[in-house]
């Protein structure tokens, strides 16, 4: 029994593709190249695959990763090249490594992540003063309070210690558009979403936002007059607690 | 990667925007320079609908397998997506360039059931194409459709340029052939229709014309006085010229997201022995045709190799009717287990021998079993010439039961012609049998609750059946049947039903004539569509749409056809003579039962092919 580890790349037509609809891909896949997969043990056995934590339907990714558990050791350059050549569109490794027995699991040593943000303004010169809005409420003492869905149900919560950065490498975009960096907590303690931290930025900044691509679509409200919107969102890396990218 | 038709925003705000966005493994790109004909087959539903429908899968492989052809494919957005773009002025597009469907030269359309006919109308007209053909001019695709539905071609006669009747993999080829030159020659619209119209088996509704009488009901259809004796007065559907060498694809599109049926599907033959007299499908695809289980296993092993699926099921109309169903599992076997691929044989009729099969082939997994009886006694049994006694019934049933099944579905028809209420509480009883065999077998031992469910669906006569003739009951009188049956069954067994509303239209359009293209335009025009799909099916404004056409839904579903009436569908030759289904309905009145192809021919007109199990030789 050997496992592997895959980073790959979710993007372009992709991202429409669920985390529920990835495992069946990749084990198809497996089938199709001959690439010899485990299974579990069991009623209805599945493919050892473990991916990362799923990937919201609508975000593109740099940083996905997937553990195949395989019957025997393989090639790891010709495993990736076939890969490479055999999942769809859109879906794409670029590197592998073998992974020791027992190696924990990617979100394991996951604490924080790296995302890039695309946001359009109604109007550009409030896209002018957003940078320095921002800064001022995160170099603040006030906490930012946002409503944050959990496991537990939904609760309003001080998201400001889960921002470790918001708005580096700000850029504009077009006449009104811009994309900047954040990274934010991640992984299995802590987790917040681009999403929500730019509605709750722009809460306590006096804004209004709408979220248009990833998720949380529920919460869209096509009545809000529109300060700010999420057009798109790139996931880039992982970092673990030492603010290290991960592999 | 070609660029999404839909922005992203609209994609974001719909329910499973994964339908919508081509791409999958298998799809088929071309280039500019090497196709001459763009066409698209299109289907009246959904993605996951569409992409689980084995035909229109290999048609789709099948066309872009053959000569200049680039196929596409186009299905019906779902209404969430459908509202945005119709306020975004965006058109129904294609999957793989994504481009609006209005620019290709061909749409096929596959029709496989009556309550799609409102998408077919609605697709048109998002596509930005008038619906109705006589309004098309030189720019817009030309419109056409096969399948199952299509045999009775007069309902949507006014939508179709033309129609493909018989099997698309012989006919679709030489169509889009002769289509291509027509392109190439340079030709204008009627033109091109007339050269199509000369290949066997097209049908061209614009050049025929029918009569009703002064009481409104249908007297003939026949070519319209230009075009007599250049095209057949009768239209006689094409077969495949052998079954064992016909086309069967080496690679089939996997879809991304999860559809209804997504799996290998091998059609292990076509047509079926038995002639049940409610069953169309029994009818309009005969003669029985096998394929070899050397050429099967060879397009499984190379479907396996190009998709990757878990999965591989049989596709037939009675897969225990294959002459040699152990060999083929064996040999599937041979390839299928080393890959951790299961196989289905679905539709198996449960003897010892096909238990042998099923334990064979899936040693643990015990979902459920389904039995047809059909129905409720054995005198109705006969009349529909479904072959089942209590005994086999319940034989299978015990050899499931001790062989630790617990999940039994039996499934009935209501409404059969000649039904009584005996018949009814005859489905009860039946049930109750089943019942009682469980508890004989487990007494006296801690056992599972059983999962016993009788469902029950309502019969629709449908043409080219020996039922083609009888009346439909209606609404009430369907509830009514239900509740019979309701208040006879346990409540130890789960009782399920379909819809009387949804059963009832399906009967009015199913034995329609071409008038029924006016009901089919208002109704969709006053906002139908999905009909399909219970949610959206109005049945107020289906009524409506009659009533403004001067028809009654009653004159085509509830009225009892005499012998010697002309059918809107008698231009239609499927092979099975009007003389033998007649035969059938006599020995139905009669209760007799009639052999199966495979013990004795009965006549019915299919052998003049000169095919399969006729030339005995299935």
């Known amino acids: 029994m050997e496992k592997y580890r895959i980073r790959f790349r979710k993007e372009g037509r992709a991202k429409y593709i669920s985390h529920l609809d990835l495992l069946r891909i990749f084990t198809r896949c497996a089938r199709r190249t001959g690439i010899d997969l485990e299974y579990s043990q069991g009623f209805n056995p599945h493919a050892e695959i473990v991916f990362s934590a799923p990937l919201p339907l609508g975000m593109t990714s740099e940083a996905e990763y997937a553990d195949l558990q395989l019957a025997g050791p393989a090639d790891e350059e010709k495993l990736l090249k076939t890969l490479v050549t055999s999942l769809p569109e859109g879906i794409s490794p670029v590197k592998i490594t073998r992974l020791e027995p027992g190696a924990a699991n990617v979100m394991k040593n996951v604490s924080y992540c790296r995302y890039e943000l695309f946001v359009s303004f109604g109007d550009p010169a409030e896209r002018e003063i957003f940078p320095g809005l921002v800064r001022s409420c995160l170099d603040g003492e006030k906490p930012v309070m946002t409503a944050k869905k959990s496991k537990s149900g939904t609760k309003v919560v001080d998201i400001r210690p889960m921002i470790l950065s918001f708005c580096d490498g700000f850029s504009a975009v077009g006449d009104n558009a811009c994309t900047f960096g954040a990274v934010l907590a991640a992984g299995n303690e802590q987790n917040l979403r681009p999403e929500v931290a730019l509605r709750g930025i722009c809460d306590a900044i006096g804004g209004k936002t709408a979220v248009n691509g990833a998720s949380d679509r529920a919460d869209d409200d096509p009545d809000v007059s529109v300060g700010c919107k999420l057009t798109a969102v790139r996931k880039l890396e992982y970092l673990d607690s030492d603010k290290r990218p991960l592999w | ?618």
């Open chain 2, 1 to 618: 990667m070609k660029e999404l038709y839909l922005p992203d925003e609209m994609l974001m705000s719909v329910e499973k925007p994964g339908r919508y966005i081509g791409g999958e493994l298998n799809s088929v790109i071309k280039e500019k320079s090497d196709y001459d004909v763009h066409m698209a087959i299109c289907f009246a539903d959904v993605y996951d609908i569409g992409m689980s429908h084995l035909g229109f899968k290999l048609l789709y492989h099948l066309l872009n397998d053959t000569g200049r052809i680039w196929c596409e494919r186009v299905f019906a957005p779902w209404p969430d997506l459908e509202d945005r773009m119709r306020e975004g002025g965006y058109r129904l597009f294609t999957l793989e360039s994504q481009s609006e469907a209005a620019g290709l030269d061909m749409l096929a359309f596959s029709l496989q059931y009556e309550m799609s006919y409102t998408n077919v109308v609605n697709m048109l007209d998002l596509a930005g194409i008038p619906v109705r053909s006589c309004e098309r001019g030189e720019n817009d695709p030309i419109v056409f459709c096969g399948g199952p539905s299509a045999n009775n071609t007069e309902p949507m006669a006014d939508f179709f340029d033309f129609y493909n009747l018989g099997e698309g993999e012989e006919m679709l080829p030489e169509i889009a052939e002769v289509f291509r030159q027509c392109k190439l020659a340079g030709l204008g619209r009627t033109e091109t229709l007339k050269k199509i119209a000369a290949v066997e088996g097209v049908y061209v509704p614009s050049f025929y014309e029918c009569e009703y009488d002064s009481d409104g009901f249908f007297v003939s259809l026949r070519p319209k006085a230009e075009f007599a004796g250049s095209v057949p007065e009768k239209i006689r559907k094409r077969l495949v010229s052998d079954f064992e060498t016909a086309y069967l694809p080496e690679k089939m599109i996997v879809p991304n997201i999860e559809v209804v049926h997504d799996r290998i599907m091998l059609e292990i033959f076509r047509g079926c022995t038995r002639g049940c007299r409610f069953c169309q499908a029994g009818f309009i695809y005969r003669p029985v045709r096998e394929r070899s289980p050397e050429t099967l296993t060879e397009a499984a092993k190379k479907l396996l190799d190009s998709t990757g699926y878990e999965e591989i099921s049989l596709l037939s109309l009675s897969t225990s009717d294959y002459s040699r169903l152990g060999e083929l599992t064996d040999s599937l076997l041979g390839i299928t287990a080393p890959k951790r691929v299961s196989l289905a044989l679905p539709s198996l009729r449960l003897d010892s021998f096909s238990f042998e099969l099923m334990e064979k082939v899936s040693a643990v997994r015990k979902s459920g079993l389904t039995f047809a009886p059909e129905a409720g006694t054995q005198r109705l049994r006969d009349i529909i010439n479904k072959g089942v006694t209590e005994e086999d019934l319940l034989r299978s049933c015990r050899t499931a039961f001790e062989g630790g099944w617990i999940t039994v579905k039996l499934y009935f028809m209501l409404g059969l012609p000649f039904e009584t209420d005996d018949d009814l509480i005859g489905i009860a009883d039946l049930a109750h049998k089943v019942l009682a065999l469980y508890d004989e077998i487990h007494a006296g031992r801690k056992a599972r609750r059983p999962n016993i469910t009788v469902s029950v669906s309502t019969f629709v006569p449908k043409p080219f059946t020996p039922f083609q003739w009888a009346p439909q009951i209606p609404v009430p009188e369907i509830r009514r049947r239900q509740d019979v049956i309701k208040q006879h069954l346990s409540r130890r067994i789960s009782f399920s039903w379909h819809d009387p509303e949804t059963s009832v239209l399906e009967g009015a359009i199913s034995r329609g004539d071409r008038r029924m293209g006016g009901v089919i335009y208002d109704v969709w025009k006053a906002g139908a569509r999905f009909d399909a799909w219970q949610e959206y099916l109005d049945y107020g404004r289906w009524m409506n749409a009659f009533a403004a056409n001067g028809l009654h839904a009653e004159d085509f579903n509830r009225r009892e056809r005499s012998i010697d009436e002309p059918l809107p569908w008698d231009h239609v030759d499927v092979g099975v003579t009007k003389k033998f289904l007649v035969r059938e309905l006599e020995r139905a009145e009669k209760g007799l039962v009639t052999p199966n192809c495979a013990e004795k021919c009965s006549g019915c007109g299919v052998q003049s092919y000169g095919k399969g199990i006729c030339v005995g030789k299935i």
